[in-house]
């Protein structure tokens, strides 16, 4: 069901951007038709989804017909504006032709190769800010790390090592600044930041 913006509780959208997901829905056919992928559009729906808190996009493969849904976060798009979010079409796009061309989609070569000639993104960019942090503490080393829930690397810290040069990590509760790198950090963190987790 379309909803307007005053319904939603966002800001009005750019003059010729869509203001309604079923506007959205229409000018991503459109823009979807101008992609150069060689995908039979007949073999694609569209959606509009309102759940999603990271996911800008999906490519949901329905084996049975050998059809494809994508499903755009209407959040995502609010966020990025139309210019922006049509990497994130074009990114599902790929993962639509790799559905129907092969029977699987991933982020791997032919996935790079595919993208790379639409001038897709390899991997959808996230919209909403992460609860959490990992970031290492060796000097030099810039390796950080989004978290949107408390995963075993966030909850138990001194079991896993930086993916760059594997030393230690501290985490981070990005709202309120809390760091920790122990277990028992984290569950005195937890217990200290309470209902603003």
Known sequence: MASDDSQSGVGAAAEDEPRTEAELLDRAREYAATVDLGVDLDDVSWEVSRRAKRRAGAAVYHPADESVTIRLTWAAYRSFGWDEFTDVIRHELVHAWEFLEHGESGHGERFRAMADSV?????????????????CTATGCDWT?????ASKTVREPEKHRCGACGSRYVVEHVDTGERWRTTLGYEGARERIGDDW
Do not use: E, M, T, Y
């Open 145 to 149: 790390v989004d978290r949107f829930k």
């Open 119 to 135: 001038g897709a993104s390899r991997h959808c960019p996230s919209f909403s800010v992460p609860r959490l942090q990992l970031l």
